[in-house]
């Protein structure tokens, strides 16, 4: 089992940022694709992007391509999402989640644990 805990989610205007973390315990962090995504109201939850388990790679969807950077801290055993230029369309809850059987983890059913999720609110 591996438990997964979002922080740093809040209230910002659009164009402001915000910085999300995940802090992971359970099973080994560095074993684990990490991802993010997100769920806006009455929406599909969708893929933010992903970061492999030594952190060289990082994938994202088109939509923050360039706005959001994913990086993890294996000694620490977290995942961050740095959210820059954020918009009122990036309002959502979002949650962090681990893979243990991908290379990337693009799609949601490739993702063993989840997290309860944050709130990101941007206000206009």
């Known amino acids: 089992q591996v438990q997964l805990v979002e922080s740093g989610g809040g209230l910002v205007q659009a164009g402001g940022s915000l910085r999300l973390s995940c802090a992971a315990s359970?099973?080994?962090?560095?074993?684990?694709?990490m991802g993010w995504f997100r769920q806006a109201p009455g929406k599909e939850r969708e893929f933010v992007g992903s970061i492999t388990r030594t952190g060289s790679t990082t994938y994202y969807a088109d939509s923050v391509k360039g706005r959001f950077t994913i990086s993890r801290d294996n000694a620490k055993n977290t995942v961050f999402l740095q959210m820059n230029g954020l918009k009122p369309d990036d309002t959502a809850v979002y949650y962090c989640?681990?893979?243990?059987?991908?290379?990337?983890?693009?799609?949601?059913?490739?993702?063993?644990?989840w997290g309860q999720g944050t709130q990101v609110t941007v206000s206009s």
């Open positions: 359970g099973r080994p962090f560095r074993n684990y694709v």
């Open positions: 989640a681990a893979a243990g059987g991908s290379l990337a983890a693009l799609i949601e059913r490739e993702y063993d644990y």
